[in-house]
């Protein structure tokens, strides 16, 4: 079994300020970086001459500037008055470009810090399974090339496609009498694949229904749970061209939701909650994920809106896309699971 790494949120947004009345334990480093041939550590180490350095992250996708997060404010503060405008010597003996980075976003009100694991077994969540290089670099520019030759719907963030069924984002649900056609031929090796996953007994012909998404960088989804009327208890997620970080969370059952965005079983926004329980695995292109059981009916999955991702020393850029597709089978009658608190069939609400 992987060993789980830490992963630490990315800064929210900064701001290149020339007010500089503001202070911050964070700075906006420009004219360094990994384009000019330093690395995070090798920043981390220069500025660790002012105070404690807790990271270096990429400022934008440049790799020429970057955000120098400290452990207080004196330290940066100190950094800021040494070396704004002045050659560093440090680092090859550029003159370095600094600001105060602030947050500008609401800070999320959960862990600092969270283990990104890279096997499903790390979740410790009943029903998740996973299997990288599910497919090879060639089958994934065939499929790729195949869904581009497809007219794309646009939504407010992203494109989709959907086959079989079409998925009412309005609804979250699908018209079990609109059946749109078998699925497409380019996905039947696929099909014949997923019918070998692990121990999910899923013949070819179970799956009905398939939505691709694309996602522009900074692009993710918000958390929520795939509707219990609408599908099965199998759903199957495979990433293409980029990868990006999931989470789950499991939310307690409270009458007040405080903190953080989510959608009940009926897409109803909860407002914001930070009643939850949080665990995240790490998703490269090509991989393949299966939500069954308690993961896919009792924990919501997510995908932050991060053009980045900070994976224990790692920082894994998003590329220009992500596509996922989406086999799901839609079900033709009531759920009767086990999870009658979030199950829509049941129509057991959240207290």
């Not at 404010?73 to 070396?83: T, Y």
């Not at 078998?182 to 692990?198: A, H, K, Y």
């Amino acid at each position: 079994m992987s060993k789980p790494m830490k992963f630490a949120r990315p800064i929210l947004s900064r701001t290149d300020r020339s007010d500089q009345t503001l202070t911050s334990s964070n700075l906006y480093v420009a004219n360094c970086g990994p384009q000019l041939g330093f690395s995070h550590s090798d920043i981390a180490n220069a500025f660790s001459n002012f105070g404690e350095v807790v990271g270096v992250h990429p400022a934008d996708e440049s790799d020429a500037r970057v955000i120098v997060c400290y452990a207080d404010e004196s330290s940066a503060r100190e950094a800021m008055g040494k070396w704004s405008g002045r050659s560093c010597k440090e680092l090859g003996g550029r003159i370095l470009h600094i600001r105060y980075s602030l947050v500008v976003d609401k800070p999320l009100r959960v862990k600092d810090v969270m283990s990104v694991c890279l096997e499903a077994s790390g979740l410790e969540i009943p029903g998740i399974y996973f299997i990288r290089d599910f497919i090879s670099r060639e089958e994934e520019q065939d499929l790729l090339a195949e869904v581009d030759a497809k007219p794309w719907k646009n939504l407010a963030k992203r494109r989709v496609q959907h086959y079989g069924y079409e998925f009412s984002y309005e609804t979250r649900n699908v018209d079990s009498e609109k059946f749109m056609g078998v699925l497409p031929s380019f996905v039947s090796q696929i099909l014949e694949r997923i019918s070998l996953f692990l121990n999910a007994e899923v013949a070819e012909n179970n799956i009905d229904q398939l939505t691709v998404n694309e996602y522009p960088p900074g692009v993710g989804i918000s958390p929520h749970v795939d509707t219990h009327s609408a599908f099965d208890e199998n759903i199957f997620s495979l990433s293409l061209a980029s990868s990006c970080v999931m989470e789950f969370r499991k939310y307690t059952q409270k009458k007040k939701l405080p903190e953080y965005p989510a959608t009940d079983f009926n897409g109803n926004n909860l407002g914001h909650c930070s009643n939850f329980e949080g665990k995240a695995i790490f998703l490269p292109p090509r991989s393949i994920l299966l939500m069954s059981g308690e993961g896919r009916y009792a924990w919501h999955h997510y995908i932050p809106h991060h053009k980045v991702d900070i994976v224990g020393d790692h920082v894994i850029r998003r590329g220009q896309r992500r596509v996922s597709f989406t086999f799901r089978k839609v079900r033709k009658g009531p759920c009767f699971c086990q999870y009658s608190e979030f199950c829509d069939s049941q129509k057991i609400t959240l207290m």
